[in-house]
């Protein structure tokens, strides 16, 4: 067809909108409801411990969000293919598990990271065929990966936590680039980056369409299963980086870690707008989700509330940060 | 009007295709020309869907040859169609409710450097096909936001951004206003003067004559003919195609003295499926509902037993009102509800027959539920409507014909009397359609009233006492069963002339 010149129709649409896609305004719109619930939370413990607002305090708090951003931004991958990934807490044991025995091994740390990746990309890969090739809900798939990836970190490491990691590998990943602490640089740049393949990619597209309608996406010709199978190779190779991370900052290698991870990554994403049925999240959200959880954490801790009942707030913030979400949605 | 010196775009000669224990279509040829609207008609169940996928490759003739352009031509995919320059816009909407118009109209096709979308020219591309269509809306919000017809827009400009030499419509007005379709007809006009190839399925036979530049008719899956517009394009011959010859064979069956009033509907509405329904079913009577497929005849059914919720009006069932609120109450009014689809909303496909027949009232004493007389019970029931077979065989095993027997004896056993039966034939051979018909009769002349929506034309005039027709959520037509004929049937149905009416 010829490229007949749209000024007069683009112009219109340029005033209603920016750019690309209002996926981008529609997210921001959904942020809202998040950053909101982030300022009102940060306000609420500022007001009742003048203390808890200091640069200080704040740099903890983000580092403390920085895997479970990552995890969530992993998550958002999946979900919005229409999926869910619950092996992603035991994927980020084992390839933490393997970093820490590769380490351990002498090899360079490159090696040591490639490697690390390549047993999430193989972790997510596995999780991928299953759902494509059997179409077993990802829900079961990954439940049962879950178990086996667990299982696995334990075996290979004998059920014991791996120590002697080298102090250069915790300065490398769990250091300070221009005195930012780099698991927050890691984490930031897993949020461009992703934001970017959801934004510019076939990628990213053809993954939001998988996932808001996957027959329409069938018929455009589109590779559901490789599209599909791609989300979960993301999701555990993210997983991979947040394992390592982790092995940085502890100085050691533990098969048992990640249970507790992936609720609050699932939460993080949901709350930042990703959809469970599918076809819509938001990679800044998802991040925004793991502030929140992180902030609610640490002023719960600040205020010397007892871990129990910190459970129950974070359980009743969720909730209600998911209604929120839910009355914004009905309302649009 | 379309060109005749020009040779036929797309020819589908002698196509055949069946479906286990269906023959969907049969020998049926046809060509479309550039420039011209080709209206596809015929009843439901007639062929045309089969037709269209083929053309649109979705499915892959069994006999047959498809051309292009003079060519043999295989479509393995609608992907491939696609490529071919064949593209469909489907009944329901079919975009990716997440994406914007541009997004969708450039999806699968992106002009990409490395994985990496070029937006610029994704938007060009899309902009300029929208611009032909005026489209009214922002193409950068989400196109779940849009309005139906804005949506079918979009699909329309999808199929200009292929450069679609024909373009298939499948009942494109379905779910639009009258000031919609009228836009869309001027589109399609617009475009059938740029040379495209449009295929249109509608059951209107109005837009049919204010549209299209051909007729052809499929009956049965059969071809039954193809009018040029002109003195032969008129109702009365569409109609006596669509419909075939006369029943005589049913017309001589008695007619019954039917008792009080059993089920009464008085103004039924609910929003954007069906309006101001009234209508009442006496006990003895069996009524059919006819009407096109989303004429509202389900929604209204699904009303009264309240499995969707009413907006306005009343159901009265044996005297008194019913709350209109959740299915228990109608089941407790007497009211059974055999829907068509039976294998999700019928039956449970992987229990007994003993638990699928005694579902609706399980015998129990303190929530204990009591399996000999579940059993007991079952085997009463399933004798009634002559289903011998064990009860503890699984309902998924069993033939169409003896799942809705199982139905049937499901509600038998609730003491129900008003029986709403939709398609209730759907699927079931014929020697098993007898005995359900059969049943029916029983129930009816022991004093159950019974509300039967049909698509099946031979059904409606051979069961009905009278015949209901509902066309776009209203209800615009009833008759006895001396005055009814597949004639009126059809002509109520898609809006006939005033003359039909009586």
């Given at each position: 067809?010829?490229?007949?010149?749209?000024?007069?129709?683009?112009?219109?649409?340029?005033?209603?909108?920016?750019?690309?896609?209002?996926?981008?305004?529609?997210?921001?719109?959904?942020?809202?409801?998040?950053?909101?619930?982030?300022?009102?939370?940060?306000?609420?413990?500022?007001?009742?411990?003048?203390?808890?607002?200091?640069?200080?305090?704040?740099?903890?708090?983000?580092?403390?969000?920085?895997?479970?951003?990552?995890?969530?931004?992993?998550?958002?991958?999946?979900?919005?293919?229409?999926?869910?990934?619950?092996?992603?807490?035991?994927?980020?044991?084992?390839?933490?598990?393997?970093?820490?025995?590769?380490?351990?091994?002498?090899?360079?740390?490159?090696?040591?990271?490639?490697?690390?990746?390549?047993?999430?990309?193989?972790?997510?890969?596995?999780?991928?065929?299953?759902?494509?090739?059997?179409?077993?809900?990802?829900?079961?798939?990954?439940?049962?990966?879950?178990?086996?990836?667990?299982?696995?970190?334990?075996?290979?490491?004998?059920?014991?936590?791996?120590?002697?990691?080298?102090?250069?590998?915790?300065?490398?990943?769990?250091?300070?680039?221009?005195?930012?602490?780099?698991?927050?640089?890691?984490?930031?740049?897993?949020?461009?980056?992703?934001?970017?393949?959801?934004?510019?990619?076939?990628?990213?597209?053809?993954?939001?369409?998988?996932?808001?309608?996957?027959?329409?996406?069938?018929?455009?010709?589109?590779?559901?299963?490789?599209?599909?199978?791609?989300?979960?190779?993301?999701?555990?190779?993210?997983?991979?980086?947040?394992?390592?991370?982790?092995?940085?900052?502890?100085?050691?290698?533990?098969?048992?870690?990640?249970?507790?991870?992936?609720?609050?990554?699932?939460?993080?994403?949901?709350?930042?707008?990703?959809?469970?049925?599918?076809?819509?999240?938001?990679?800044?959200?998802?991040?925004?989700?793991?502030?929140?959880?992180?902030?609610?954490?640490?002023?719960?801790?600040?205020?010397?509330?007892?871990?129990?009942?910190?459970?129950?707030?974070?359980?009743?913030?969720?909730?209600?940060?998911?209604?929120?979400?839910?009355?914004?949605?009905?309302?649009? | 009007m379309a060109?005749r010196?020009?040779?036929?775009?797309?020819?589908?000669?002698?196509?055949?295709?069946?479906?286990?224990?269906?023959?969907?279509?049969?020998?049926?040829?046809?060509?479309?020309y550039?420039g011209e609207i080709h209206a596809?008609m015929?009843?439901?169940?007639?062929?045309?869907?089969?037709?269209?996928?083929?053309?649109?490759?979705?499915?892959?003739?069994?006999?047959?040859?498809?051309?292009?352009?003079?060519?043999?031509?295989?479509?393995?995919?609608?992907?491939?169609?696609?490529?071919?320059?064949?593209?469909?816009?489907?009944?329901?909407?079919?975009?990716?409710?997440?994406?914007?118009?541009?997004?969708?109209?450039?999806?699968?096709?992106?002009?990409?450097?490395?994985?990496?979308?070029?937006?610029?020219?994704?938007?060009?591309?899309?902009?300029?096909?929208?611009?032909?269509?005026?489209?009214?809306?922002?193409?950068?919000?989400?196109?779940?936001?849009?309005?139906?017809?804005?949506?079918?827009?979009?699909?329309?400009?999808?199929?200009?951004?292929?450069?679609?030499?024909?373009?298939?419509?499948?009942?494109?007005?379905?779910?639009?206003?009258?000031?919609?379709?009228?836009?869309?007809?001027?589109?399609?006009r617009?475009?059938r003067?740029?040379?495209?190839?449009?295929?249109y399925?509608?059951?209107?036979l109005?837009e049919v004559f204010d549209l299209a530049d051909r007729a052809t008719?499929?009956?049965?899956?059969?071809?039954?003919?193809t009018v040029l517009r002109g003195p032969d394009l008129t109702e009365?011959t569409l109609?006596?195609?669509?419909?075939?010859?006369?029943?005589?064979?049913?017309?001589?069956?008695?007619?019954?003295?039917?008792?009080?009033?059993?089920?009464?509907?008085?103004?039924?509405?609910?929003?954007?499926?069906?309006?101001?329904?009234?209508?009442?079913?006496?006990?003895?009577?069996?009524?059919?509902?006819?009407?096109?497929?989303?004429?509202?005849?389900?929604?209204?059914?699904?009303?009264?037993?309240?499995?969707?919720?009413?907006?306005?009006?009343?159901?009265?069932?044996?005297?008194?009102?019913?709350?209109?609120?959740?299915?228990?109450?109608?089941?407790?009014?007497?009211?059974?509800?055999?829907?068509?689809?039976?294998?999700?909303?019928?039956?449970?496909?992987?229990?007994?027959?003993?638990?699928?027949?005694?579902?609706?009232?399980?015998?129990?004493?303190?929530?204990?539920?009591?399996?000999?007389?579940?059993?007991?019970?079952?085997?009463?029931?399933?004798?009634?409507?002559?289903?011998?077979?064990?009860?503890?065989?699984?309902?998924?095993?069993?033939?169409?014909?003896?799942?809705?027997?199982?139905?049937?004896?499901?509600?038998?056993?609730?003491?129900?009397?008003?029986?709403?039966?939709?398609?209730?034939?759907?699927?079931?051979?014929?020697?098993?359609?007898?005995?359900?018909?059969?049943?029916?009769?029983?129930?009816?002349?022991?004093?159950?009233?019974?509300?039967?929506?049909?698509?099946?034309?031979?059904?409606?005039?051979?069961?009905?006492?009278?015949?209901?027709?509902?066309?776009?959520?209203?209800?615009?037509?009833?008759?006895?069963?001396?005055?009814?004929?597949?004639?009126?049937?059809?002509?109520?149905?898609?809006?006939?002339?005033?003359?039909?009416?009586?």
């Open positions: 067809m010829a490229k007949i010149d749209a000024d007069p129709l683009k112009k219109a649409a340029s005033d209603a909108a920016p750019r690309i896609t209002i996926g981008r305004v529609l997210g921001e719109w959904r942020q809202l409801g998040i950053v909101a619930a982030l300022l009102v939370t940060v306000l609420v413990f500022t007001l009742i411990d003048r203390d808890f607002f200091s640069g200080y305090n704040f740099v903890n708090i983000i580092l403390q969000a920085s895997i479970t951003a990552i995890l969530a931004i992993a998550e958002t991958f999946v979900i919005i293919t229409a999926g869910i990934d619950l092996s992603i807490g035991s994927a980020l044991a084992l390839s933490a598990t393997v970093s820490g025995l590769l380490l351990l091994g002498g090899f360079s740390f490159p090696i040591v990271i490639l490697g690390s990746l390549a047993a999430g990309a193989a972790s997510g890969l596995l999780n991928g065929l299953i759902i494509t090739v059997t179409r077993i809900t990802p829900f079961v798939v990954t439940l049962g990966t879950m178990s086996i990836f667990s299982g696995l970190a334990l075996i290979i490491s004998g059920g014991q936590t791996v120590y002697g990691v080298p102090p250069g590998f915790s300065d490398l990943l769990a250091g300070a680039i221009w005195h930012i602490p780099t698991p927050i640089v890691i984490a930031l740049l897993v949020l461009v980056a992703s934001a970017l393949v959801m934004k510019t990619t076939k990628l990213g597209e053809y993954m939001i369409a998988i996932g808001g309608a996957r027959e329409v996406a069938r018929l455009a010709g589109i590779n559901v299963a490789v599209f599909t199978a791609a989300a979960y190779v993301i999701s555990s190779m993210l997983a991979a980086v947040g394992g390592m991370v982790t092995v940085a900052r502890l100085g050691a290698a533990d098969p048992t870690l990640g249970q507790d991870l992936l609720l609050p990554a699932v939460a993080a994403a949901v709350m930042g707008g990703a959809d469970l049925q599918g076809g819509e999240g938001s990679m800044l959200g998802a991040v925004i989700g793991a502030l929140l959880i992180a902030t609610l954490q640490a002023g719960l801790t600040f205020l010397n509330v007892q871990s129990f009942y910190q459970q129950v707030a974070i359980g009743v913030v969720i909730i209600l940060a998911l209604l929120f979400n839910r009355l914004q949605k009905g309302r649009a | 060109n010196d020009a040779a036929p775009f797309l020819t589908l000669k002698g196509v055949s295709k069946s479906f286990p224990g269906v023959k969907a279509l049969q020998d049926v040829s046809i060509e479309l550039p596809l015929g009843e439901n169940g007639a062929g045309k869907s089969t037709l269209l996928k083929i053309m649109f490759g979705a499915y892959v003739a069994d006999h047959g040859s498809l051309e292009l352009e003079g060519k043999h031509a295989i479509l393995g995919s609608p992907a491939h169609a696609l490529a071919q320059g064949i593209s469909m816009v489907h009944q329901e909407v079919s975009l990716v409710p997440q994406l914007s118009a541009i997004q969708n109209i450039v999806l699968g096709r992106e002009q990409s450097v490395a994985g990496i979308i070029d937006w610029k020219a994704a938007r060009t591309e899309a902009l300029a096909a929208l611009r032909r269509l005026d489209f009214p809306a922002s193409p950068y919000v989400p196109v779940g936001r849009l309005s139906v017809a804005q949506q079918q827009l979009v699909e329309l400009a999808r199929a200009l951004a292929v450069d679609a030499k024909v373009i298939i419509l499948d009942e494109p007005t379905a779910s639009l206003s009258s000031r919609e379709s009228d836009r869309l007809f001027e589109i399609l617009d475009l003067g740029a040379g495209h190839a449009l295929v399925v509608s059951h209107r109005a008719v499929l009956r049965d899956g059969q071809l039954v003919g009365k109609i006596r195609m669509m419909v075939g010859r006369g029943l005589d064979d049913f017309a001589n069956l008695p007619t019954r003295q039917p008792g009080e009033v059993i089920l009464e509907v008085k103004d039924l509405t609910r929003q954007g499926a069906f309006q101001d329904v009234s209508f009442d079913v006496r006990r003895g009577e069996i009524v059919g509902m006819a009407g096109m497929v989303g004429a509202g005849r389900t929604e209204v059914a699904r009303c009264i037993v309240s499995a969707d919720k009413a907006d306005a009006g009343t159901v009265r069932a044996k005297g008194s009102d019913l709350p209109l609120r959740s299915p228990s109450d109608s089941v407790k009014a007497g009211i059974a509800f055999l829907t068509e689809d039976r294998k999700h909303q019928g039956l449970a496909l992987h229990m007994s027959l003993a638990i699928n027949a005694t579902l609706a009232r399980t015998p129990s004493r303190f929530g204990f539920i009591n399996r000999r007389r579940q059993r007991q019970d079952a085997r009463e029931s399933l004798a009634r409507v002559s289903a011998r077979m064990p009860v503890t065989r699984l309902a998924g095993q069993l033939s169409g014909g003896n799942q809705q027997k199982v139905v049937l004896a499901k509600w038998l056993l609730t003491d129900s009397e008003i029986f709403i039966f939709d398609e209730p034939t759907r699927g079931i051979d014929v020697g098993a359609k007898a005995e359900i018909y059969a049943l029916m009769r029983e129930l009816a002349d022991k004093g159950a009233g019974i509300l039967m929506i049909s698509s099946e034309m031979p059904e409606l005039l051979r069961m009905s006492d009278r015949i209901l027709v509902m066309r776009e959520g209203r209800l615009v037509g009833e008759m006895g069963r001396s005055e009814a004929s597949e004639e009126r049937v059809v002509s109520y149905s898609s809006g006939g002339e005033k003359t039909w009416q009586k």
